[in-house]
């Protein structure tokens, strides 16, 4: 069985997001030997599709995969995850919902924290903001509690968009992120 080898020399390697924030997207290395790796986003802790390996070509001008193995999580009870690892203090994920709002889809993760700016300044302004291409949409201060930000990015999903809506008090916050028909434009 072959395994995941991602310093082996390669021709090519496709990113899933043109920039990287604080792990790798979901990206494709296509090896010098004629194998091409797929590897998930790192980030996805739902994907249950993690690795996909096989011999690759050129044909007519594309690209052809031909896929020989494919690692796939079956079975087990799927546990929500949570958005980022960034908790500078300790953090206790205290709710997880799913649904729907004018016909756009969210998550929202509530949080217990002690160190509430702090885990936020981390996660949304370092992770997201200034590394992930996420853009705040109103002016918010981390350092104000009780208070709320609203920042957002392009889906891969084209023609939408995603937001994510922070409320934070002294003791926790919630991160709702909705994905929704939209489109980013920069003055």
């Known amino acids: ?26 990206r494709y290395l296509l090896c010098y030997d004629g194998t091409f790796i797929w590897l998930a986003n790192r980030m996805d ?10 011999a690759w070509g050129v044909t ?21 995850y949570a958005v980022g690892t960034y908790a500078v203090g300790e953090r206790k994920v205290t709710g997880v919902s799913t649904g729907t709002d004018n016909g756009a889809q969210y998550k929202e993760y ?8 702090d885990d936020l300044i981390a996660y949304i302004i370092d992770d997201l903001v ?4 996420w853009v705040a949409l109103v002016d918010f201060n981390l350092n104000d509690v009780p208070g709320t930000g609203q920042i957002a990015t392009e889906s891969k999903d084209e023609g939408k968009i995603l937001i994510m809506d922070i409320t934070y008090e002294n003791s926790g916050y919630t991160i709702k ?11």
Do not use: C, F, M
């Open 45 to 54: 802790g739902e994907a249950r599709t993690r690795y996909v390996y096989g």
């Open 1 to 26: 069985n072959p395994v995941p080898d991602e310093a082996a020399p390669y021709v090519a390697l496709w990113h899933g997001s043109p920039v990287l924030g604080s792990d790798w997207n979901e």
């Open 177 to 187: 992120i909705t994905k929704t028909v939209g489109e980013l434009t920069y003055n």
């Open 130 to 133: 200034e590394s992930g291409g």
């Open 60 to 80: 007519g001008g594309n690209i052809e995969l031909d896929v020989q193995l494919i690692l796939r999580l079956e079975g087990g009870t799927l546990t929500p």
């Open 110 to 117: 509530t949080y217990e924290s002690s160190t509430v700016s």
